[in-house]
């Protein structure tokens, strides 16, 4: 399947998005973030909260349009066999989503219940944080043809709707332990900002007259300085300039989700 593509003025409201996220004071903007979305990809029901892994889980609900007595049921039977929480808890990886796993079994009572009450298609995504505090995000009754498109745009903006929702709640104030500020030479730093712009790997190559090899070197870099897999984490932490990494430094985890090709700097 081809890697979905962002129109001109599409990728701009990503952009704005992301500049939004950086300014956050309140907890409820970051619902407007999450809800902006739409504008991109329409959906009707959208939601997002936290999830405490040292805690075994301990949901708690940000924000939701889904129907009150779906969420009530579905935060006490459904969300620990989501998808996305579920690779939070068994892998490494600090980005999730639904997507990732096609083949995953949902229990009998959990679909029963999204169908009781409408919900049709489903994406969710998850980003891990520090000391086990993680957050989520749910999208319902998009069209399937947009799937792709959603997953990659959730890929995006996720990391940056996560450190928005620790910075602004008491909670993840209270949880965050920051660490020594992140230092990046100032190729990289030049690096992070042509991906912030959407070039890719190659043409950053050609912007600045170097080889290929070498980008994805710096990329790789990059990567592990911050403590993520992909560029879209890597612009996250970089453009919120938080004081903290989103999992604490740690060899990559093997087992990583797909990203999309010109993502990929093996």
Known sequence: MSRPEFSPKEFQRLGEIMYEARSLARPDGVWQL???VQRVVPYEFSGCGAVNLVRGVD??????????????????QGLASDPAVHRLLTSGQTVTSSADVPQFYEPKDVTSLKLDFGIKTCLSAGVRGANGSCSYFAFSNFD??????????LDIL???????????????????????????SKREEE?????????????????????LNTVK?????????????????????????????LIPSSPPSDDRAPV????RVK
């Open 34 to 36: 999450v809800a902006a």
């Open 217 to 245: 070197f710096h990329l790789k870099n990059i990567f592990q300085k911050i403590g993520v897999e992909n560029r879209w984490s890597a612009i996250a932490y970089w453009q919120n300039g938080e004081q903290h990494r």
């Open 158 to 184: 996720t990391p940056h709707f996560h450190l928005s929702y620790l910075r602004c709640s008491t909670a993840g104030q209270m949880q965050q332990h920051p660490s020594s500020p992140l230092t990046l």
């Open 191 to 211: 690096i992070l900002r042509w991906v912030a712009a959407g070039k890719t790997n190659w043409e950053i190559s050609v912007i600045l007259k170097v080889s």
């Open 144 to 153: 399937p043809k947009q799937t792709q498109k959603l997953r990659l745009l």
């Open 260 to 263: 999309p090709p010109h993502d």
């Open 59 to 76: 949901p708690s609900l940000g924000h939701s349009t889904y129907p009150r007595e779906f969420c009530h049921l579905y935060m006490g």
